[in-house]
């Protein structure tokens, strides 16, 4: 089976390799060149496809109609998409006589879009998933291949997340690939109504309100720490405090009467109070000062009553 990928990321790499132990032949690979300034913490496609002799285009446009006509002349008979960031045009889905499909880090028709393992952690929730799905113009909207669900622990990150999604994308691909060769690969229609559709997250979205209760900011922190941007709010003095780790405690005493957002000291604890809870800092940074432990504490001693923003 001759097919064309557009591939980037973990993500990118767990399905390249699906469709090699499925002895799919790969004519090209498309993906993206690492933006300047960005944090690559993930493997390259472009290495991977070098590796194997399998040529990669880094195109800016994919939709272009030069690259449409260059994957014509590849003769595929699918298109594989594997976390591309681009939407990929019409011209180029109808290519292939035996469909295009992707692959989405969600269970759909919920999270469609953009960062879903992001967002899934903001909104609190338990359980996550890989779909493979025909590729149609509305972005995440084709008939379902099939799915594979991956719970999500109460310490999750966004990175341990994507993990588990990777792992579970080649688990995916691995029981679906075969059948999709012989024509036998079920074609499950969505029903987009009953699902939910989110856009791409910015670091500014990362900003805490303090008047949260302390599980939804844990949920924030959780969903973009490291690699991600991260959470953060404003000193006293108009510095960013990066809030890099920090759990929700419901206790406080008195202190309850605190108004959200007020830095308290507790057994050599800093916790900041929120709307109900208080979040116990674990991990800070402020400009250039990344904070742990025994760090924290000095930095906050005299600020106990400070109110953060």
Known sequence: MRVVVLAYHNMGI????????????????????????????????????????????????????????????????????????????????????????????????????????????????????VTLHHMVKMADAGDIVGQRVVPIAKDDTAFTLYGKLCDASGMLLDEFLPLMKIGCAPRIPQDISLGSYFGGRRPEDGRIDWCWPAARIYDLIRAVTDPYPGAFCSLADGSKLMIWWGTPDQGGGGAKTKPPGCVEIERSLVFIRTGRGRIRLLDVQVRDERMTGEGIIRYFTDKEGMMLS
């Open 14 to 129: 767990a399905g390249l390799h699906a469709l090699e132990r499925a002895g799919y032949e790969m004519a090209c690979i498309f993906s993206h060149e690492d933006e300047p300034g960005e944090n690559c913490w993930f493997g390259s496609v472009r290495q991977w496809g070098k590796e194997r002799g399998i040529p990669v285009e880094c195109p800016e446009e994919i939709r272009r109609a030069e690259w449409a006509e260059k994957i014509v002349n590849f003769h595929p008979e699918m298109i594989f998409s594997f976390y591309y960031r681009h939407m990929i045009p019409e011209q180029i889905l109808r290519i292939p006589p035996k469909g295009a499909y992707n692959l989405h880090g969600s269970l759909l028709p919920a999270y469609r879009g953009r960062c879903p393992v992001n967002w899934v952690l903001v909104h609190g929730e338990e359980r996550t998933g």
